[in-house]
C-alpha cells in the first residue's frame, strides 16, 4: 500500500487534479472555478494529499490577520 504524502500545491498538473477532484464532489463541495485553486496556491493555502503521486483530497485554508483560520 502507498503512502499519503501531504504536501503545497504548487504546480498546474497538481492543481488539475485538485480540480478533478472538486468536481467530482461537486454536489457536496458547490462549483470552485480553477482560478480559485490557482490563487489559493499563490498563497501557500491549499494543501493536497496524494497517494502514488495521484492527489485523492485536498483542503484550501486561510489565516486572517486576527489569527482565526478559515477551512474551506
Not at 468536481?23 to 480559485?36: A, I, M, N, V, Y
Not at 489559493?40 to 483560520?69: C, M, P, W, Y
Amino acid at each position: 500500500m502507498s503512502e499519503v504524502v501531504i504536501e503545497k500545491a504548487k504546480d498546474i498538473t497538481t492543481i488539475s487534479q485538485v480540480k478533478l477532484v472538486a468536481d467530482k464532489h461537486r454536489p457536496e463541495l458547490g462549483f470552485h472555478s480553477r482560478q480559485t485553486f490557482t490563487d489559493s496556491s499563490a498563497k501557500n493555502e491549499l494543501l493536497v494529499a496524494k497517494i502514488g503521486g495521484k492527489v485523492q483530497g485536498f483542503v484550501r485554508f486561510h489565516h486572517r490577520r486576527d489569527h482565526l483560520t478559515t477551512l474551506y
